[in-house]
């Protein structure tokens, strides 16, 4: 076997070093390469669980603040809406309150105009008698002095009663 072995080429001195060689390299790697990617490969996978857990964390403290927040602005919504509808009711309070206040004093000033135009026609009224009183007499005495006849008396008293019309136009307007 030696032989063939020396024909084909193969020296099993030079196979046995090399076979050492291999084992003492594996040897070698396995101390001063594998064991530190090992455990730079077994820290790295632990600093990403780490940061992991803390982006959970971090997650469930957002979305526990979020649902805080949610609640709160629901809160502030439902107390600007109450605000809202009270502020509303009060307008509409003061509102029907300046127009009861408007009506009563417009009912209040027909009230003095009806009385003043109430006191206004009984002066003119009581103008227009006196003054159909005194036309009266006027035209009396002018009867009393002048003899007239039917046709006089009825143009005297026509302009009589055309004055006193006039006079109770102009107490009118």
Do not use: C
């Amino acid at each position: 076997m030696e032989q063939l072995l020396h024909q084909l080429g193969i020296e099993p001195p030079i196979i046995l070093v090399n076979i050492i060689g291999f084992v003492i390299l594996l040897v070698l790697l396995r101390r001063y390469f594998w064991e530190p990617i090992r455990q730079f490969l077994a820290d790295r996978q632990q600093r990403v669980s780490e940061y992991w857990k803390q982006a959970e964390e971090a997650h469930d403290q957002a979305e526990q603040r979020l649902a805080q927040l949610d609640e709160r602005s629901q809160q502030i919504m439902a107390a600007a809406q109450q605000e809202a509808q009270q502020a509303k009711a009060e307008i509409q309070q003061e509102a029907q309150r300046m127009i009861d206040e408007a009506h009563q004093r417009a009912r209040e000033r027909e009230r003095r105009a009806e009385e003043t135009i109430i006191r206004q026609t009984n002066q003119a009224l009581a103008e227009a008698r006196d003054q159909l009183a005194e036309l009266s007499a006027e035209v009396a005495q002018q009867v009393l002095r002048r003899s007239l006849d039917e046709k006089q008396h009825q143009a005297l008293l026509d302009g009589a009663i055309a004055d006193i019309e006039r006079m109770a136009q102009e107490q009118q307007e």
